[in-house]
């Protein structure tokens, strides 16, 4: 009900999702070893067409009832950070070299 709140939240996602697809490929490319680093870049780009080409159609369940899109793209990123705790590099170790 609040239209000038939800177009600023709108434009920061929008920013963050095309800042996000762009770094990705750097980040993945150091992230991944040199034996399967193609594989995995590769796999980093499918995952973000996919995500683009399912993104409007998760904004179709507004007809629903408005708040499942809503909840759909706040609880994703709150999970996948969740989630990254579960990683041997957070959990009280030291980072690998």
Same mark, same amino acid.
């Given at each position: 009900?609040?239209? $000038? ?20 490929? $750097? ?8 034996? $399967? *680093? ?10 973000? *067409? ?8 998760? *904004? ?30 957070? *959990? ?6």
């Amino acid at each position: 009900d609040q239209p $000038v709140a939800t177009t600023v939240l709108a434009i920061i996602g929008k920013f963050t999702a095309s800042a996000s697809f762009s770094t990705s490929y $750097v980040y993945s490319a150091e992230l991944f070893p040199t034996v $399967v *680093r193609q594989t995995g870049v590769g796999l980093c780009s499918m995952s973000a *067409r996919v995500a683009g080409i399912i993104a409007p159609l998760i *904004r179709l369940l507004d007809q629903y009832h408005q708040a499942i899109p809503m909840a759909i793209f706040g609880s994703a990123p709150v999970v996948g950070g969740l989630l990254c705790v579960l990683l041997p590099e957070t *959990r009280g170790t030291d980072l690998a070299d």
